[in-house]
Each structure stands twice: as C-alpha cells, then as structure tokens.
C-alpha cells in the first residue's frame, strides 16, 4: 500500500502547479484549467485521507460534480469575454483600478 | 420526522425554478418573474421569523441543524435579497431577460441559507459555491465592458479563494477524520494534530479572507463592487460577504476552537490593517459607490474583530459574537439601503446630467432639493453606518467594541474607535454634499420600487437598534453556537 505522505505530496505539488499558474498566466482559458487542477488537488486529498470512513469519498464527489458547474459558469463568462472584446487575454483588464 | 423548518428553504429552490418559466410568456414575464420571487422571499421570511428562535433541529444525519443562529441569518439573507428583489422590478423594466436575474438571485440566497443552517462541511461547502457560481454571472448582467471584467475578476479569485477552502477543508478532515463539525471540535480538542491542522486552518483562513475581503485580500472586491450593477453589489456586499462570516463562526469558532490561540494573531492584524487601510482609502475616493465598497471592507475588519476576541478570552466569547452577529445585521441593511439609493442617483437623478459618471459625489450635490426622500434616507444610512447613535450601526458597533475592551484587548478597541471617527468624516461628507451644495437640476421623480427598498433599510435601521428581541435573538444565537462548539 501506498504510504499516505506520497499523496498528500503529490496533491501539495498539484496545488502549487494551479496557484503558480493563476498567479501568472493571462490566458483565460488556462487560467481556468489551473483552477481545476486546484479542486483535484483538494479531491486527491480527501480520497487519501478517506481511509478509516468514507466522508473523504463523498465530499470529493460533491466537490467533482461542483467543479464542473464551475468550468460550465467559467466558460461562459469567457464566451461572453470573447464576444464583447475579442480577446480572451485576462491582461485587457484596465479599467478598474484602485 | 418532521421537515417544517426547511420550509423556507424549499420554497426558494421551488421559486427559483418557476421563476424561469417566464421566459415563455408574451411579455417576457418581467412582472411575473419580480413578484414571484417577491411573494416566495417574503412568505419565507415570514416562516423565518415566526419559527424564531428554535431549539436546535438536526436533520439528514446531522449533517443540516437549524437553530438561533441559522434563523438569525437566514432573516438577513432573505432580507437583503427581499430589498434587491424589490429594486429588481425597477431596474429590470428595460433589461432583457429579468428572469434569469431574479432566479441566480434566488439561488444565490438559497446557497447562503444552506451555509447557515449545515453542520457538516459538505452542504457547507456545497451551499458556498451556489451561492459564488450564482453571483458570478450577475456581476455581468449588464453586459458592459467594465460589467464584464468585474465579473472575470470576481470568478477567478472567487473560485481561487473556494479551491483553498477546499484544500484546507482537506486538511480539517485528514486530521479530525470526519466531517461534522461539533464532531471536528471534539477531535482536535483531544489532539491538536500540528501541523497539520494548522495547515489546513491557514488554507481555511484565507479562502474566507478572500471572500470576507479582509485586507490583503481585498483587493478584487472593491473592483467587483465597482463594476457590478448597483443591486448586485448590494447584494454581494450585504448578503454573500456575511454567508463567508457565518460559516467562518462555524468553521473557526465551533470546528477549529481548539487552535484559537494560533488564529489570534492573524485575525488581529487582518481585523486592524482592514479597518484601517479600508477607512483610510475610502475617504480619498470620489466615486460613492467605490467609497461605499471600501467602507464595506472597513466594516469587515470591525467584524473581525469579534473573532479575536473570541481567541483571546472564551469569558467574553459570547458578547463577542452577539456583537458580530448584530453588526453583520445592521451592516447588511444599512450597506444594502445605501447601494440602493446609488441605483436611485444613477437611474434616475443623474443619467440626465452626465452619463457615464453616475457615482461621482459631485452627482449628489444638491440632493436634498433634487429628491428629497431619497436624501433624507440616505443621511439616516449614512449617519448609521457612521456610527452615530441611536442609529444600529452605532448599537451594533458598541457591542463588539465593548467586548473587545472586556477581553482586555484595550488597544484594538481603540484602533476601532479611532476608525469609525475617521469613517465618520466621508459618511458626514456625502450628508454635507446632500444638504449644503446647490442642485445642478429640478426636482424628479423618484421611483417607488426603488425608494420602497431603501425605506424599509432605514426604518430597520431607526428601530431594530432600539428594540430589545434583537438583541435577545443575537445573544441566543451566540449562545447556540457556544454550545455547539462544548465551550458553553
């Protein structure tokens, strides 16, 4: 069996792979995929801890099912980003400032 | 068993389902869609407050309790929502699709209502990301430019701050082996498990940071604030912020109070840098709207600061909370009142005098003369949110001062003090471009949807600060969540 350390290790990599990429990507699209990869982290999480009851289980079913109403909402309001400006690139943002 | 106390509940998810019908009458179904939700807010709340104060109800395997505490802020959910919902029948007469606005905004409640009542940190969870994905796409109701990037900001960082609850929640759950919070208490109350369980305290501290916009994490809520049309913001900052409170006092104060000597220090300094920086950058701002966002952000920290208080001395943990619970009411109705009559100004004053300016201070000169009521109520708002008595914002305000300097934390309370002096100054500087400036135009109408709203704020606002039960349904509330957590 798997020690418990390498997936908590493995779901802290994932984590700092999405909030890396958030912090610097300026593609919408990618930015949205970082925030999934976010969530899994989450989900890798809670399955591995799910070892004695399966609370763990369940909360990363919710929190998967979750997720994808996320990226349906995200990418909505990318199309709607695209059709208004043309662009996708997050770097547009320059009016509200301060 | 008996499922009466989640009537109110199922009626919102109900209305916000049938509330999309309209979509198929002739006329769109504007009328149809505002009064539906109007009658199906209103008669919950009704349920809400006659049920009042419950004994604790668990429900689904414990995992759902509705108690003092839950019906407190479900009454402010369905009251702020109630306020926008009524405002919404004004604003919507010439938007497409008005019904699409009122159902995210029933959902949006219902996700807020289903934070209050869990026990458990899956509905918990679950009901914070309804309320966040029904939110986000309203930011962008009116499909402006700047509506837009508000809304792209307030998804990303609003699904960032969730994917760190997330990840934190992880945590919690790793360490205590279950979800249930009471359950989650008693764990940790055995063994700490550090480091672990801090871990997952800071993940969980600073997903609420951001949806609470505590400074340094504030930064996107003034901008979503901004840019989101005047009913949103009314309802993001009045209604949403307060869900991030309420599950912070059941995640923090009841799950995670074995660790509050290691939160003491952060929540203090967020709660003073967001007074502070919140105040301070308020009073330069010439847009209203923007200075109400960051006085928003400025009440946040006096919020915060029952939670150090809490970590300081569990003697005055009850006054503490009763404090932040009543100040989160008064706040969500004098914040909410407040952007309502800036959709006022911008509807109906000033789009006759310079477009695309409508939140500009100078748009408020003069109107006293200009809209009379509208004025009026304003000050009172203001005056409130100012904190000057007998208004509830200065009741509100007290209480949790006074806590503070119960739990021997003198020099917080004074910072608090000192903040809602220098608030004070922007507050009575609108009060004083109301009254002392000259009208740039006559007189116009002010219309009734919109005063409607605005004028049940202030009176609750006049009243409710001097009218005993509140203050018993605040104190009752913090006593449940006391016990809830076995400090009681």
Redesign the interface.
Known sequence: MIPLEWYLALAAVLFSIGAYGILVERNGLKVLMCLEILLNAANINLVAFSRENLMGQEFALFSIAIAACEVAVGLALLIMLFRYMDTIDLETFNILRW | MSYGLLIPELIIAASALIVLLAVFMKDGGKKFAGYVSIVALLVSLILVLKDGLVTPTPYFNDTIVIDPLSQIFNMIFLLVSLLVVIGGIRYNEDKPHAEIFYSLLLFATLGMMVVAISND??PL??GF?LAS?AT??MA?FE?T??G??????Y??IG??S???L??G???I??VA???NIPQIADALSLNLMKPASLLGLLFIVSGFGFKMALVPFHMWA??VY??APHLVTALLSSASKKMAFVAAFKILVVGLIALRFDWYIGLALLAVLTMTLGNV?AAVQRSVKRMLAYSSVAHAGYIAIAFVVISKSLAEAEIALAGGILHIFSHALMNAGAFIVAAIIAAAVISKVKPGEEDNLDNYAGLGKIAPVTALMMAILMLSLGGVPPMFGFWSKAVIFLSAIKADLLWLAIIGVLNSALSLYYYARVVMYMYYRDPVIERVNEPLMYVLPVAIATMGVILLGLYPPTYEWAFEAARTLLMMGGIL
């Open positions: 940190l899956i969870f679950v990301e994905l986000y796409p962008a499909r430019k700047r837009i990037e508000a809304s792209m900001k998804f990303v699904a960032l969730s994917s760190l997330l990840f929640m992880s945590y759950y790793g082996g279950t979800t003034v901008d901004d840019g950058v």
